[in-house]
């Protein structure tokens, strides 16, 4: 499985940025794709993940209402919009898949490099 991450930078405070995540490599169904971040010194967090069989939509909360994830089936590829973007949303930002309905959304089984966000002014 190759998840190629994109779309990271330098954003002021109250910005936007979309990231954009390529899945290949696979042949098998999968639970579902999305996105982890972790910034220096603390633990990892679930951001946002979008299922396979329904497109159902998982969003952890501190990004609810501002984050929103989307797949473009015909490219496999994955996006996630981020407005009203705030400083401690600065993260190097993961694209991660499950493959198994079991247990919690976040709890990814496979990620590839990330793309590092910065939001500052």
């Known amino acids: 499985v190759q998840l190629q991450a994109s779309g990271g930078g330098l954003v002021q405070p109250g910005g936007s940025l979309r990231l954009s995540c390529d899945a290949s490599?696979?042949?098998?169904?999968?639970?579902?794709i999305g996105w982890f971040r972790q910034a220096p010194g603390k633990e990892r967090e679930g951001v946002s993940c979008?299922?396979?069989?329904?497109?159902?939509?998982y969003y952890g909360d501190s990004v609810k209402g501002r984050f929103t994830i989307s797949r473009d089936s015909a490219k496999n590829t994955v996006y996630l919009q981020m407005n009203s973007l705030r400083p401690e949303d600065t993260a190097d930002y993961y694209c991660?898949?499950?493959?198994?309905?079991?247990?919690?959304?976040?709890?990814?089984?496979?990620w590839g490099q990330g793309t590092q966000v910065t939001v500052s002014s």
């Open positions: 991660a898949i499950k493959f198994l309905r079991v247990g919690s959304w976040w709890e990814f089984d496979s």
């Open positions: 979008i299922s396979l069989s329904d497109s159902a939509t």
């Open positions: 490599g696979f042949t098998y169904n999968y639970f579902c």
